[in-house]
């Protein structure tokens, strides 16, 4: 079975440009969460869905960024615009059960020059 | 300030030693997870706790989930350059919540 899809893996940008970030869940999966990771911060939970619906946003850092889930299969993460200090890899993760093993996708690299 | 803390951020050891990795946090947590992050990877989940007081073992890792469920630990037995990574354990607060709460990792190195 296939894990959790992200793209790109890699994405280098300049700052003020959108960037989006695409993640398909593992089929069957009813939660999704988006994270980012840094040296500094460690993984920080930025926000999560379930059954496609956002529940928890508290963790987006501003206005700038910005998650959809229009179906069960897809989620994207956008940045716009994006800055230097967002550069970091960003982890999106699906669930079957509440509070269940989280299964995370490669990640994508972002980096914002 | 981060809920769960993890102690020592950093650890190298040359292979064939033993080592333990804390998981500390004044929340009680309803089941705690342990996860390895290998560079360039997302975390890949090892072992939930849920009782107080249980031990789990994989293999040459002992997972034991503190009696107050406020902490746990992880012990490897004679480490392998394999078992580098990143080291994180991750708590569910309340029974059926769904997000979990990263602690802040331990960055593990064995050296052959």
């Known amino acids: 079975d296939a894990g959790v899809i992200q793209s790109p893996r890699h994405e280098v940008t300049e700052m003020g440009q959108e960037v989006t970030l695409r993640c398909k869940p593992i089929?069957?999966?009813?939660?999704l969460f988006w994270y980012r990771q840094t040296m500094m911060r460690g993984l920080e939970l930025l926000i999560y869905f379930n059954n496609n619906v956002p529940i928890d946003d508290s963790g987006m850092p501003e206005d700038r960024f910005s998650a959809k889930m229009p179906n069960a299969s897809f989620s994207t993460l956008k940045i716009q615009p994006s800055e230097p200090r967002d550069s970091a890899v960003y982890f999106c993760?699906?669930?079957?059960?509440?509070?269940?093993?989280?299964?995370f996708g490669p990640g994508t690299r972002l980096t914002v020059l | 300030t981060q809920l769960l803390e993890q102690s020592p951020q950093f650890l190298s050891i040359q292979e064939g030693e033993n080592l333990t990795v804390y998981c500390n946090s004044s929340s009680v947590f309803s089941s705690l997870q342990w996860y390895r992050q290998e560079p360039g990877e997302g975390p890949v989940l090892l072992v939930t706790?849920?009782?107080?007081?249980e031990v789990k073992k994989l293999k040459r890792l002992t997972f034991q989930f503190g009696d107050a469920r406020k902490d746990s630990s992880l012990h490897i037995t004679a480490a392998q350059p394999g078992d580098t990574g990143l080291y994180l354990c991750a708590g569910v607060i309340t029974s059926g919540a769904n997000n979990l709460f990263f602690g802040t990792g331990t960055r593990l190195t064995v050296i052959p």
């Open positions: 089929s069957g999966h009813n939660s």
């Open positions: 993760a699906s669930s079957l059960t509440r509070g269940g093993a989280q299964y």
């Open positions: 706790v849920v009782t107080g007081g």
